[in-house]
């Protein structure tokens, strides 16, 4: 079945340190990978996809992700957290022939001063 | 920066009434989605919409659950009988073009059903 993991409900870390948030996922065809970010009150806003070509995507806010298929993830990355960037953070797939989206439960992001 | 606009952002219902979401697309987008979450669970894809017809649904999207879109700009979603577990928060999104399809999504719409 097609599914999508994030490991970690909840991330800490200090303004200013990197940040990896981890994404798996399970499925046959070949994917189309986003993530999108969440603030209190607000909607799903999109960071960033992949679809193919360059493994490594760029992003909005000085986000990036790697698209690794011999490990199935899709990690998102910072390498310096701003206390902006306190959200829930969402990993999705899609693929072509299908409409919907797979989300993951989302990771919450807190950012210490 | 075009958006994707829902309304109510709260709606509190009592059991067994009729509720309608509302939502204003992308002006120039065709494809129409509905999404739930269910506190602390996992958003989960219920219907995508084209061309004025249901393209995709999901098992969660039976037949109480409609959608239409009345107008050249709103997409709604009714629940007909509102149930205890419906309580939820609904994202609608839209998107462009099916290939790629980038879906924009809402700010939601938090449905409390008493």
């Known amino acids: 079945a097609q599914s999508v993991t994030q490991p970690d409900i909840h991330i800490t870390v200090s303004e200013g340190a990197s940040l990896e948030l981890r994404c798996n996922y399970s499925?046959?065809?070949?994917?189309?990978l986003f993530w999108y970010v969440q603030s209190p009150g607000q909607g799903l806003q999109l960071l960033l996809k992949?679809?193919?070509?360059?493994?490594l995507v760029q992003g909005i806010k000085g986000f990036e992700a790697e698209f690794k298929r011999s490990q199935s993830s899709f990690n998102l990355r910072k390498p310096s957290v701003h206390w902006s960037d306190a959200a829930e953070y969402f990993c999705?797939?899609?693929?072509?022939?299908?409409?919907?989206?797979?989300f993951g439960t989302g990771t919450r992001l807190k950012v210490l001063a | 920066e075009p958006e994707v606009t829902q309304t109510p952002s709260h709606q509190v219902t009592q059991m067994g009434q009729e509720v309608i979401l509302r939502c204003v697309p992308i002006?120039?987008?065709?494809?129409f989605y509905w999404y739930r979450q269910i506190l602390g669970q996992k958003v989960e894809f219920l219907v995508s919409?084209?061309?004025?017809?249901?393209?995709?649904k999901s098992e969660i999207f039976d037949d109480q659950f409609s959608v239409e879109r009345p107008d050249g700009s709103n997409f709604t979603l009714k629940i007909r009988s509102t149930k205890l577990e419906d309580s939820a928060m609904y994202f609608c999104?839209?998107?462009?073009?099916?290939?790629?399809?980038?879906?924009?999504f809402g700010a939601g719409t938090r449905l409390s059903v008493l």
């Open positions: 919409f084209y061309n004025n017809e249901i393209s995709e």
């Open positions: 999104a839209s998107s462009e073009d099916w290939d790629k399809n980038i879906q924009y």
């Open positions: 999705a797939v899609g693929t072509s022939g299908t409409y919907k989206y797979i």
């Open positions: 992949y679809f193919s070509g360059d493994t």
């Open positions: 499925y046959g065809a070949t994917p189309y």
């Open positions: 002006s120039n987008h065709l494809y």
